[in-house]
């Protein structure tokens, strides 16, 4: 059986630490649970499925049903030239990498320390330093709210892009991440192609590099970089890097030479929106409750106590003033509920 409560306080539940409530919320300890509640009215409402809350932005209560997953479990199977790694979508993202390293399975050690939890991990294809999820991805196992069946999605099924999957796009609400499964390596297969990682790694004197000292200099490198959401509510970067086009891209650099910018696919150029925000002279700024991170422009932080309101209205100045400036306009990358 599953208990479904009414009017549940999400603050305890979104990493920006905003106080929204929920009409109605269920926690899924097992994923036979579903089933359950499949059973019940509940379902008939709008949903809102929440992992670790590390990527949400409450502007306002949720007038539905918001499912969080809290089922856990990590199994593994060992093939051939290759490990396979099950976890429960209620695990901890980074348990998942702990275990992963601990074992000396390669390909999540750049991915150390993102907040959030496994099920959120497809959603949003999270990515840091050089690797994303959707280049370890096996496949996941997703329950379908319209027919009530379980369903495995490959890689091909999730549509993964930057940031981006057929979850928060056309399945939206329609789908509950139970398990996601990782094909990972038992050779290390190192990629420290990110100047960050290298330069941590000559600090440390560290020439042929282990899975662990690449996890281990990742978190450093979060650490200092990035605002610990345990002691400072934000949600990661707020936005996603503008894809532009060269030929945009060309105009541009004419004004700006020294615009942060990286090449992707044919055509495309992916510029540094932190640098963007940066340049027109928003790092580390506050206003009422809310700021930039001090050292990195692209995470807004709950200064205090902000409204989900103040936050969305902060995120949106510093979208026109870039705007104005450059003339590109940064998507959100957070999911606000408004
Ligand atoms: N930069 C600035 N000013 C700033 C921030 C960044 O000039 O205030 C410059 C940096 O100096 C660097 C460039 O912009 O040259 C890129 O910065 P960084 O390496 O910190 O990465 P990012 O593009 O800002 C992305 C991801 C992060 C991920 C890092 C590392 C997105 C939206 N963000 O940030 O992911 O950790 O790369 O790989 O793609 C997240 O999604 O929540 C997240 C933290």
Redesign the pocket.
Known sequence: MVTVQENVSLKPFNTFRVEAYSRFFVKIDDEAELSSLFQTRYIKEPLLILGGGS?ILFVKNFEGLTIQMNNKGIFCEQKDDYVLVRAAAGEKWNDLVNYCVENGFSGVE?LAL?PGSVGAAPV?N?????VELKDVFFSCSVFEITTGNVRIFNAEDCEFD??ESIFKKKLKGNCIITSVTLKLSRSSNIRIN?A?INQELQTRGINHPSIKDISSVVAH??VN??PDPSTIGN???F???PIISKQIFETLQSQFPAI?HYPVGEDGIKL????L???CGW?GKQIGNVA??K?????LVNADIATGEEIFNFSQTIIDSVYQKFGIILER?VNVIS
């Open positions: 990527n750049n993102i949003q999270i990515g840091a330093y050089g930057y940031r990110y960050a490198i979060r970089k990035l949600a990661g970067s936005f996603k890097n942060i540094a929106a932190g640098w925000i940066e340049s790092k930039t991170w050292n990195q422009a692209l995470v990358e």
